[in-house]
């Protein structure tokens, strides 16, 4: 079965009033904020959101069956586990 790997970008803004004594403060409250490991944006209020599909191939590598989007010059097309996995990959 091929196998694609998908990159996401999201892209947003979002805004909130916040009170602090001086912009300073409100600079460092916000930055703690999102400094936090659980900081999240709501994703419902992000429109635009753009991705990319880029197909994997199959190869084997200095002996190690590996799927890549870059496939070097030294590395063996197919594997054995893809080349039986899809009619793509001349099995199945």
Same mark, same amino acid.
């Given at each position: 079965?091929? $196998? +694609?790997? #998908?990159n996401?970008? +999201?892209?947003?803004? *979002? !805004?909130?009033?916040?009170? /602090? *004594?001086?912009?300073? &403060?409100? @600079? %460092?409250? #916000?930055?703690?904020?999102v400094? $936090?490991?659980d +900081?999240?944006?709501? /994703?419902? &209020?992000?429109?635009?959101v753009?991705? =990319?599909? *880029? @197909?994997?191939?199959?190869? =084997?590598? %200095?002996?190690? &069956? #590996?799927? =890549? =989007?870059?496939?070097? %010059? !030294? ?5 054995? *586990? /893809?080349?039986g996995? !899809?009619?793509?990959?001349?099995? /199945?």
């Open positions: 079965m091929p $196998r +694609f790997i #998908i996401y970008t +999201f892209h947003g803004r *979002s !805004s909130r009033t916040i009170e /602090a *004594s001086s912009k300073e &403060e409100a @600079e %460092d409250l #916000i930055c703690a904020e400094e $936090r490991d +900081f999240e944006l709501d /994703a419902d &209020e992000i429109d635009d753009d991705f =990319t599909v *880029s @197909e994997l191939q199959p190869v =084997t590598r %200095d002996g190690r &069956e #590996i799927w =890549t =989007t870059y496939v070097r %010059d !030294s590395d063996k097309r197919g594997h054995p *586990s /893809a080349l996995s !899809s009619p793509l990959f001349g099995g /199945a």
